[in-house]
């Protein structure tokens, strides 16, 4: 009965002492707990302005806005064909720039057939031969180019340790993600200064957000082209330049997944993911284009990145 007593005294004394410390935490698990409360409430609103408000919108005049022709970089990706075939179906032209021996003339000309709208073809190595910028000149000239649309190249995408890549695929994909985009940038943007108007859209993968193990050049390359959006923006939306960043998870047409065994709510095929990621230009500079996917980016800026390590290491086993 003593040592009863003995320890609801000891209990009692340590509550007195303890009582101003328990109400500070009170206060201080409170606050964090508002302010947790307020960041859910500030997303949402995001959520809402960036991929819901745009839709119910009645849809904007690109062609007024921006201009009548537009440039895609790395046509051959199913993603950036299907952003080029939802220009055309806004009355824009099409100016094709592809690298290596893609071949997308049969895409090009049904796309010319289906919509009206002139389209043009070319093969230019940017990031190889120092001649092919003339080739890109010269089919921009005399033209109101608007849009820029450059696309990380798949090729990238499949799950490899950086030793297993080649020196060859290192370079291709250095040089057509990273020096191809940044030099067509430069060709078209002066055009676009001098009529005050126009929107670069770099469509990259979301894996950049993150270190992903097993997929550093896709993080690399497509952290480059982020980080490219991202200050082209600042450095130009005061002279009428758009420059946004998209950052999609999996979109189903993928060479390396064939759309039969993937396609659903968040794996749209490229012309859902386009219809949602075209809303949201003009209104954000770097977003995941489609909601679902949104929603999987806040997901993952939770999950801490020793996750993602472990993940991989048993993984690979």
């Not at 010269?138 to 340790?161: H, I, Q, W, Y």
């Not at 950052?247 to 386009?274: I, N």
Request: charged residues 15%; aromatic residues 8%; contains cysteine.
């Amino acid at each position: 009965m003593a040592a009863v007593d003995s320890f609801h005294l000891l209990y009692r004394e340590i509550s007195r002492s303890c009582g101003g410390y328990l109400e500070t935490l009170a206060v201080v698990g409170a606050l964090y707990t508002a302010s947790r409360a307020v960041i859910l409430l500030r997303d949402c609103c995001v959520l809402v302005r960036v991929h819901f408000l745009p839709r119910m919108i009645p849809g904007r005049k690109l062609r007024q806005t921006y201009g009548d022709w537009a440039v895609v970089y790395g046509a051959s990706e199913p993603v950036a064909q299907a952003y080029a075939e939802e220009l055309a179906q806004h009355g824009l032209s099409i100016i094709f720039v592809t690298y290596g021996r893609s071949n997308i003339a049969d895409f090009v000309a049904n796309l010319s057939q289906s919509h009206g709208v002139e389209t043009i073809l070319v093969h230019a190595d940017l990031g190889w031969d120092k001649a092919a910028s003339k080739v890109v000149v010269e089919a921009l000239r005399g033209k109101d180019v608007g849009f820029l649309v450059n696309c990380v190249d798949e090729a990238c995408t499949s799950p490899r340790v950086l030793v297993e890549i080649s020196e060859q695929s290192l370079m291709e994909v250095t040089a057509n993600n990273v020096v191809g985009a940044t030099l067509l940038t430069r060709l078209v943007l002066p055009g676009m200064l001098e009529r005050g108007r126009g929107a670069v859209v770099n469509i990259s993968s979301a894996p950049c957000c993150m270190p992903t193990p097993g997929r550093v050049m896709l993080s690399a390359a497509t952290g480059y082209l982020d980080q490219f959006s991202r200050s082209l923006h600042l450095e130009y939306s005061a002279r009428g330049i758009f420059a946004q960043s998209l950052l999609p998870f999996q979109v189903a047409s993928s060479s390396q997944r064939p759309a039969s065994s993937t396609e659903g709510w968040l794996a749209p095929t490229p012309q859902v993911y386009v219809r949602h990621a075209i809303s949201t230009l003009g209104v954000s500079n770097r977003t995941t284009g489609y909601w679902p996917h949104t929603l999987l980016y806040g997901l993952m800026r939770c999950i801490p990145e020793w996750t993602w390590v472990l993940g991989w290491r048993v993984f690979i086993g």
